[in-house]
C-alpha cells in the first residue's frame, strides 16, 4: 500500500523533488465541531484536503476535496494561513515524489451531507473542539488546527 510520511526538520528526509499547491480545510457543523478524517495512506488524523487542480480556484479546490474526503458539502468562510515551510517534506511512496509544504488551510461551514469514508479517509467523524488536539496527527497538521482554534481571526503566514 502507498504510503505518505511527513518529514520536518529531519536529515534524513529525501530532497523535495515537486511544489504543488494544496488546500486543507477546517469544517465546522452547527454545534461547533470539527470534521476530521483518518488518512488511509499514514492513519493519522487530519481536515480533509488535497492539491488544487487546474483549472479549478482555491475555493473550488477546497470545497471539491471536503467532499470528495468526507462526504460533506461545505462553504468556505476565511482563511486559517499559509504553509510553505521548506524543511517540511511529504514524501509519497507510491511514486517517489517528496512534495515541499505548500498548503493554503482554509476555513468553511458544513451545508449538507454525512460523514461517509472515502479511499482517502478510512474514517471521518465530527470531533469537539477540546477533544480534536487529542487525536494522532502530523505535526504540521496539529500546527494548523491550534491556529485555527486560538482564534486570532488573523492569518497565520508561513
Given at each position: 500500500m502507498a504510503k505518505r510520511i511527513d518529514y520536518y526538520d529531519d536529515p534524513d528526509a529525501p530532497a523535495a523533488n515537486s511544489l504543488v499547491p494544496s488546500v486543507n480545510v477546517v469544517v465546522?457543523?452547527?454545534?461547533?465541531?470539527?470534521?476530521?478524517?483518518?488518512?488511509?495512506?499514514?492513519?493519522?488524523?487530519?481536515?480533509?484536503?488535497?492539491a488544487i487542480d487546474l483549472g479549478e480556484s482555491i475555493p473550488q479546490a477546497a470545497m471539491r476535496e471536503t467532499?470528495?474526503?468526507?462526504?460533506?458539502?461545505?462553504?468556505?468562510?476565511?482563511?486559517?494561513?499559509?504553509y510553505s515551510d521548506p524543511r517540511h517534506v511529504i514524501?509519497?511512496?507510491?511514486?517517489g515524489e517528496a512534495r515541499q509544504?505548500?498548503?493554503?488551510v482554509l476555513t468553511g461551514r458544513a451545508v449538507s451531507g454525512e460523514p461517509t469514508p472515502?479511499?482517502?479517509?478510512?474514517?471521518?467523524?465530527?470531533?469537539?473542539r477540546d477533544q480534536v488536539v487529542a487525536l494522532r496527527m502530523d505535526r504540521s497538521m496539529?500546527?494548523?488546527i491550534e491556529h485555527y482554534l486560538a482564534g486570532t481571526g488573523l492569518p497565520y503566514i508561513g
Open positions: 465546522t457543523n452547527d454545534t461547533g465541531e470539527v470534521l476530521m478524517i483518518r488518512r488511509t495512506d499514514n492513519g493519522n488524523w487530519a481536515v480533509p484536503g488535497g467532499l470528495e474526503e468526507t462526504g460533506i458539502t461545505c462553504e468556505i468562510t476565511g482563511l486559517v494561513g499559509t514524501l509519497y511512496t507510491s511514486n509544504e505548500f498548503s493554503l472515502s479511499d482517502e479517509s478510512r474514517e471521518v467523524r465530527w470531533v469537539s496539529r500546527m494548523r
